[in-house]
């Protein structure tokens, strides 16, 4: 699967030598690089070898086959001349697998990560909904707002920065759930299906949100910062541990319970779900992921090829704990997927994406995720994994984190106007 490092991403053409220039002028991460437009491209005076070659990654790395980057981009043609080759001219001069060419070729949809429903959705460049958590934690209900996104703080030019923000509310309105979706509400978790011809039943889970306190107070140490072009890959000295609170006293934050890094299921969620980075920035919202094992090689094969936010590490399990209603959600590999069809179907989803995987590691505890309000508001949103390898969905997270953003801006406004009659 496509690797989040930009060493990786610019491989060793002409965008290699181009790497100080981009740290320099904030396209530091890879899913903010892929928003670059043409006027971005000017402000650093790109050549036009450049400009191309990174359209050719851009596209490459949609649909998880950076592999042929660096042979494409030595062709010396552009994108669309590329794509209108023969299969037979890809085969012979570029050694394309023909699996792969159909992906290649396939204009429409970039390596699908969500196929239930699936989303055709490029990498940040997609839509959002909304809901907002309460110190109870419920959530407010009402009309859906239009989405004002934040301004991304970059250092283009004012009408480059114009025209990404346009770029990133498309993507965002995309994204809005649709008529006729059914919303699972504030708990959320995949469809409990007989397993063994119905001679299993799936292990019951929580239908209630946490207790905020519960998860506030949770400990929890760094293992990772956010990536950024080159950096060190892990944290050399470990930060002590904090509480949780720390991590949305400002901001709200979304949190993926990662069942295993080695697993090829988890690395396919975590990856589709950073993909959509640049949107969460606009948003106003963080993006961690938390471990409940610290095995250093498998942090480091996970980061920041699958995932290059922030890993935490939940030693006491505490997340995962809450996620079962106070005790570890497990499930057993031969009852939860060799005679479970759903995480048999998650499995093949993974595997399309072109994700390595390996089986180190506790794999039985399941995970979820979290979308956590700024300060003590609430959990807005908390899915289960009932399933081996079930995705939150996608177009919920990017609602709910909306509707952060949405209440968030009128508590501003709300201030802003008591303060003028004061």
């Given at each position: 699967?496509?690797?989040?490092?930009?060493?990786?991403?610019?491989?060793?053409?002409?965008?290699?030598?181009?790497?100080?220039?981009?740290?320099?002028?904030?396209?530091?991460?890879?899913?903010?690089?892929?928003?670059?437009?043409?006027?971005?491209?000017?402000?650093?005076?790109?050549?036009?070898?450049?400009?191309?070659?990174?359209?050719?990654?851009?596209?490459?790395?949609?649909?998880?086959?950076?592999?042929?980057?660096?042979?494409?981009?030595?062709?010396?043609?552009?994108?669309?001349?590329?794509?209108?080759?023969?299969?037979?001219?890809?085969?012979?001069?570029?050694?394309?697998?023909?699996?792969?060419?159909?992906?290649?070729?396939?204009?429409?949809?970039?390596?699908?990560?969500?196929?239930?429903?699936?989303?055709?959705a490029l990498p940040s460049r997609r839509k959002i909904m909304t809901t907002v958590p309460s110190s109870n934690n419920r959530i407010y209900k009402g009309e859906l707002s239009s989405v004002n996104t934040r301004k991304m703080h970059m250092r283009s030019p004012a009408t480059s920065a114009?025209?990404?923000?346009?770029?990133?509310?498309?993507?965002?309105?995309?994204?809005?759930?649709?008529?006729?979706?059914?919303?699972?509400?504030?708990?959320?978790?995949?469809?409990?299906?007989?397993?063994?011809?119905?001679?299993?039943?799936?292990?019951?889970?929580?239908?209630?949100?946490?207790?905020?306190?519960?998860?506030?107070?949770i400990s929890v140490q760094k293992l990772t910062p956010e990536y950024k072009i080159g950096m060190e890959r892990l944290v050399k000295t470990k930060t002590p541990p904090m509480k949780a609170l720390e991590l949305w006293r400002d901001k709200p934050a979304v949190l993926i319970c990662i069942?295993?890094?080695?697993?090829?299921?988890?690395?396919?969620?975590?990856?589709?779900?950073?993909?959509?980075?640049?949107?969460?920035?606009?948003?106003?919202?963080?993006?961690?992921?938390?471990?409940?094992?610290?095995?250093?090689?498998?942090?480091?094969?996970?980061?920041?090829?699958?995932?290059?936010?922030?890993?935490?590490?939940?030693?006491?399990?505490?997340?995962?704990?809450?996620?079962?209603?106070?005790?570890?959600?497990?499930?057993?590999?031969?009852?939860?997927?060799?005679?479970?069809?759903?995480?048999?179907?998650?499995?093949?989803?993974?595997?399309?994406?072109?994700?390595?995987?390996?089986?180190?590691?506790?794999?039985?505890?399941?995970?979820?995720?979290?979308?956590?309000?700024?300060?003590?508001?609430?959990?807005?949103?908390?899915?289960?994994?009932?399933?081996?390898?079930?995705?939150?969905?996608?177009?919920?997270?990017?609602?709910?984190?909306?509707?952060?953003?949405?209440?968030?801006?009128?508590?501003?406004?709300?201030?802003?106007?008591?303060?003028?009659?004061?």
């Amino acid at each position: 699967m496509a690797s989040f490092s930009v060493e990786d991403f610019v491989g060793d053409g002409a965008l290699k030598g181009l790497l100080p220039k981009l740290l320099e002028e904030g396209w530091d991460d890879v899913p903010t690089l892929k928003i670059m437009n043409s006027g971005d491209m000017d402000a650093i005076n790109m050549t036009r070898q450049q400009k191309d070659a990174l359209e050719i990654r851009c596209y490459l790395h949609d649909r998880a086959l950076m592999l042929y980057g660096d042979k494409l981009e030595a062709s010396g043609k552009g994108l669309p001349e590329l794509l209108g080759l023969s299969n037979a001219e890809l085969y012979a001069q570029y050694g394309m697998k023909r699996g792969h060419i159909a992906r290649f070729m396939d204009r429409t949809n970039p390596c699908a990560a969500d196929p239930f429903p699936a989303l055709n959705a490029l990498p940040s460049r997609r839509k959002i909904m909304t809901t907002v958590p309460s110190s109870n934690n419920r959530i407010y209900k009402g009309e859906l707002s239009s989405v004002n996104t934040r301004k991304m703080h970059m250092r283009s030019p004012a009408t480059s920065a114009a025209n990404s923000d346009v770029t990133l509310e498309k993507s965002i309105s995309d994204l809005k759930i649709k008529d006729g979706h059914i919303f699972k509400g504030i708990v959320a978790a995949g469809p409990a299906e007989p397993r063994a011809c119905g001679c299993m039943q799936p292990p019951p889970i929580v239908d209630s949100v946490a207790p905020y306190p519960i998860i506030e107070n949770i400990s929890v140490q760094k293992l990772t910062p956010e990536y950024k072009i080159g950096m060190e890959r892990l944290v050399k000295t470990k930060t002590p541990p904090m509480k949780a609170l720390e991590l949305w006293r400002d901001k709200p934050a979304v949190l993926i319970c990662i069942r295993r890094p080695g697993c090829i299921m988890c690395r396919a969620e975590a990856h589709q779900l950073y993909a959509k980075k640049p949107m969460f920035d606009a948003l106003g919202i963080q993006l961690f992921a938390v471990l409940h094992e610290h095995v250093e090689a498998e942090v480091k094969d996970f980061w920041p090829r699958y995932w290059g936010g922030v890993v935490l590490y939940d030693k006491g399990m505490e997340f995962f704990k809450a996620l079962g209603g106070g005790k570890l959600l497990k499930d057993k590999f031969i009852s939860g997927f060799l005679f479970n069809p759903r995480a048999i179907a998650n499995y093949k989803r993974a595997k399309a994406m072109g994700v390595e995987q390996n089986f180190k590691g506790e794999g039985e505890i399941k995970g979820g995720l979290f979308i956590v309000g700024r300060g003590k508001s609430g959990i807005a949103y908390q899915f289960i994994e009932r399933n081996f390898g079930d995705w939150a969905p996608l177009s919920e997270v990017v609602e709910i984190c909306s509707r952060l953003q949405d209440q968030q801006q009128s508590q501003v406004e709300s201030f802003k106007t008591s303060q003028e009659y004061e």
